[in-house]
């Protein structure tokens, strides 16, 4: 005879266990999964996709273009569904890769794959595992030390988040560090949460995978999903799609931007422009 505590988790069920790290065969599941699920299904998640795609992405060489290993930097012709990510550069990154003026022509035609930080490759072997050809990365898409090549690409940056098929955000490290493995649910404010950058990434983004050292988690407009099934996971993205009073659009605009100003930018000048597309 079961006793009432055994009755009790009967009745409660367990939660899928958590992947080992963000990249095996069974997380590129769960990532499809919940992909598929709000294509197919979600309303609010709909649109954009397909009428809009960044100047420059990473192609990755899937479809038989490229070499498989070694993504090359392509200027845009045609609308592809694309990946973007959202990640923290951290303070070293006069020591990893940059597409400057110098080196442009040579990430057309190969991207030293082995010498991007570790976030970075990550990310483009996930994006290669979930069947997508393009990847958008700010550092490797815009070039750095040309001052209106990055004013003309920091007006797009909405239109990059908003429209790509999913933002992968690295919710590990402050530093492009490799993201783990780990089997319990995150609790304290993650580097990525801290920075002025990424908070329209992820609230412009229609679709957006977070990945942590402990577990991977959903976010979209019609649902909140991770990996333990906790599911409290920031902001109510059905709730400010579907605010339309004056008053209830302040009351929601000062809450983003009380979030957005605990916020630290590296360049004070860029406080404006950083929380632009969100004000659009």
């Given at each position: 005879m079961k006793t009432d505590a055994a009755k009790c988790w009967a009745t409660i069920g367990t939660a899928d266990p958590v992947c080992e790290n963000n990249y095996d065969s069974r997380a590129v599941c769960r990532i499809k999964k919940w992909l598929n699920q709000c294509k197919e299904s979600h309303?609010?998640?709909?649109?954009?996709?397909?009428?809009?795609?960044?100047?420059?992405?990473?192609?990755?060489?899937?479809?038989?273009?490229?070499?498989?290993?070694?993504?090359?930097?392509?200027?845009?012709?045609?609308?592809?569904?694309?990946?973007?990510?959202?990640?923290?550069?951290?303070?070293?990154?006069?020591k990893w890769v940059l597409t400057k003026k110098i080196n442009i022509g040579q990430h057309r035609q190969s991207l030293p794959f082995s010498q991007l930080p570790a976030t970075l490759r990550d990310a483009i072997n996930l994006t290669k595992k979930l069947g997508f050809r393009f990847i958008w990365i700010d550092a490797l898409c815009i070039i750095q030390d040309d001052y209106m090549d990055w004013v003309t690409e920091a007006a797009t940056m909405g239109d990059v988040y908003y429209n790509a098929s999913l933002v992968l955000a690295a919710n590990t490290s402050g530093d492009c560090t490799l993201v783990g493995p780990g089997n319990a649910h995150f609790s304290l404010i993650p580097p990525l949460d801290s920075r002025g950058?990424?908070?329209?990434?992820?609230?412009?983004?229609?679709?957006?995978v977070r990945l942590s050292l402990t577990e991977m988690a959903w976010h979209c407009a019609e649902l909140e999903r991770c990996e333990c099934s906790f599911s409290d996971l920031g902001f109510d993205k059905a709730?400010?799609?579907s605010t339309t009073?004056?008053?209830?659009?302040?009351?929601?605009?000062?809450?983003?931007v009380q979030n957005y100003s605990t916020r630290y930018l590296t360049l004070r000048e860029d406080k404006l422009i950083a929380i632009s597309g969100v004000a659009r």
């Amino acid at each position: 005879m079961k006793t009432d505590a055994a009755k009790c988790w009967a009745t409660i069920g367990t939660a899928d266990p958590v992947c080992e790290n963000n990249y095996d065969s069974r997380a590129v599941c769960r990532i499809k999964k919940w992909l598929n699920q709000c294509k197919e299904s979600h309303q609010l998640c709909r649109g954009g996709e397909g009428m809009f795609m960044p100047r420059r992405a990473l192609d990755l060489g899937l479809e038989g273009i490229g070499d498989p290993g070694d993504p090359v930097l392509v200027d845009t012709d045609k609308q592809y569904p694309y990946v973007a990510l959202s990640y923290c550069w951290g303070s070293a990154k006069e020591k990893w890769v940059l597409t400057k003026k110098i080196n442009i022509g040579q990430h057309r035609q190969s991207l030293p794959f082995s010498q991007l930080p570790a976030t970075l490759r990550d990310a483009i072997n996930l994006t290669k595992k979930l069947g997508f050809r393009f990847i958008w990365i700010d550092a490797l898409c815009i070039i750095q030390d040309d001052y209106m090549d990055w004013v003309t690409e920091a007006a797009t940056m909405g239109d990059v988040y908003y429209n790509a098929s999913l933002v992968l955000a690295a919710n590990t490290s402050g530093d492009c560090t490799l993201v783990g493995p780990g089997n319990a649910h995150f609790s304290l404010i993650p580097p990525l949460d801290s920075r002025g950058w990424t908070f329209q990434e992820t609230i412009l983004a229609r679709r957006v995978v977070r990945l942590s050292l402990t577990e991977m988690a959903w976010h979209c407009a019609e649902l909140e999903r991770c990996e333990c099934s906790f599911s409290d996971l920031g902001f109510d993205k059905a709730e400010i799609k579907s605010t339309t009073s004056a008053d209830d659009l302040y009351q929601v605009w000062k809450m983003l931007v009380q979030n957005y100003s605990t916020r630290y930018l590296t360049l004070r000048e860029d406080k404006l422009i950083a929380i632009s597309g969100v004000a659009r």
